[in-house]
């Protein structure tokens, strides 16, 4: 709870001195903000960068029917959680920007297609 989201605290850094704590929510300085998020892993061929694919229902009225969208978002994935794998389902949170396309961090990993 040290982030102020009830996730559980990942293990400490094993390379402190090599370790990027400026985007590290739990153990640096990064303050998590805005909503939280879950989704599925869908790509992992970034370094230190994950996509998560959310899929949710939007009414169309003139049809009286739902319709099904996706929205695909950049995640940055701290150093404590590096073991994040395509298919997994993760809970991410805003922050601040992190890049041009990353302004979310992966804060819990909840499991995965088994």
Do not use: N
Request: proline content about 8%; hydrophobic content about 35%.
């Amino acid at each position: 709870m040290a982030i102020g989201l009830d996730v559980p605290m990942p293990p400490e850094p094993d390379d402190s001195e090599a370790y990027d704590y400026e985007k590290c929510p739990f153990y640096g300085s990064l303050s998590v903000r805005g909503q939280t998020l879950e989704g599925t892993v869908v790509s992992t061929d970034m370094a230190k960068t994950v996509i998560v694919e959310r899929e949710y229902d939007v009414f169309v009225p003139k049809y009286d029917r739902y319709m099904k969208r996706r929205s695909r978002i950049p995640a940055h994935v701290p150093g404590v959680l590096d073991d994040v794998a395509v298919g997994d389902e993760v809970t991410i949170a805003e922050t601040r920007p992190l890049s041009k396309t990353k302004s979310h961090v992966v804060v819990e990993i909840m499991g995965g297609d088994e």
